[in-house]
């Protein structure tokens, strides 16, 4: 079952057991994966289904992010949930410990120095990583690495 499918059947299921918060979170984004089927003119691979799911995740990360500088704590509430049912469609993330080897390892084979690599290392790493980590821990991750290259450098 792909996840399309799978997405579907979670709808009958919330709608069984009369789960109407993930019910609502679930028909947003089956609304937008249909959406997205109908432009296409075809069923959404489970990579277009995996792209839908991080861009609403990273929508609600966004509204959180402002609801909690706002102090709206009903929000921040609601947000968290939603946030939580749709993560449970990716796959599970790499841990930090492999992604600092996989950085390090870019960092040796571009043969990268200081901050002006800090792109070509991020294209590399996620061309390897791409479904498993968030880009923007790879971005802050890459960063951390290239500066303490640099602050290694001076001390030489």
């Given at each position: 079952?792909?996840?399309?499918q799978?997405?579907?059947?979670?709808i009958?299921?919330a709608?069984?057991?009369k789960?109407?918060?993930t019910?609502?979170?679930?028909r947003?984004?089956?609304?937008?994966?249909?959406?997205?089927?109908i432009?296409?003119?075809?069923?959404?691979?489970?990579?277009?289904?995996?792209?839908?799911?991080?861009?609403d995740?990273?929508?609600l990360q966004?509204a959180?992010?402002?609801?909690e500088?706002?102090?709206?704590e009903?929000l921040v509430?609601?947000?968290?949930?939603?946030?939580?049912?749709?993560?449970?469609y990716?796959?599970?993330?790499m841990?930090?410990?492999e992604?600092?080897?996989?950085?390090k390892?870019k960092?040796?084979e571009?043969?990268a120095?200081?901050?002006?690599m800090?792109?070509?290392?991020?294209?590399?790493v996620?061309?390897d990583?791409?479904?498993k980590?968030d880009?923007?821990?790879?971005?802050?991750m890459?960063e951390?690495l290239?500066?303490?290259?640099?602050?290694?450098?001076?001390?030489d």
């Amino acid at each position: 079952m792909n996840l399309y499918q799978q997405i579907q059947n979670d709808i009958k299921e919330a709608m069984k057991g009369k789960d109407l918060k993930t019910l609502g979170v679930l028909r947003v984004l089956f609304s937008s994966l249909k959406n997205k089927s109908i432009d296409l003119k075809r069923e959404l691979e489970d990579q277009e289904v995996l792209a839908a799911v991080r861009g609403d995740i990273k929508k609600l990360q966004d509204a959180l992010q402002d609801f909690e500088k706002a102090a709206r704590e009903d929000l921040v509430s609601k947000t968290s949930e939603e946030l939580a049912i749709l993560k449970t469609y990716l796959p599970p993330e790499m841990d930090e410990e492999e992604l600092r080897g996989i950085v390090k390892k870019k960092i040796t084979e571009l043969n990268a120095e200081d901050m002006k690599m800090v792109g070509k290392v991020i294209g590399a790493v996620m061309a390897d990583v791409r479904d498993k980590v968030d880009g923007s821990k790879v971005k802050k991750m890459v960063e951390e690495l290239l500066a303490t290259k640099k602050d290694e450098g001076k001390e030489d």
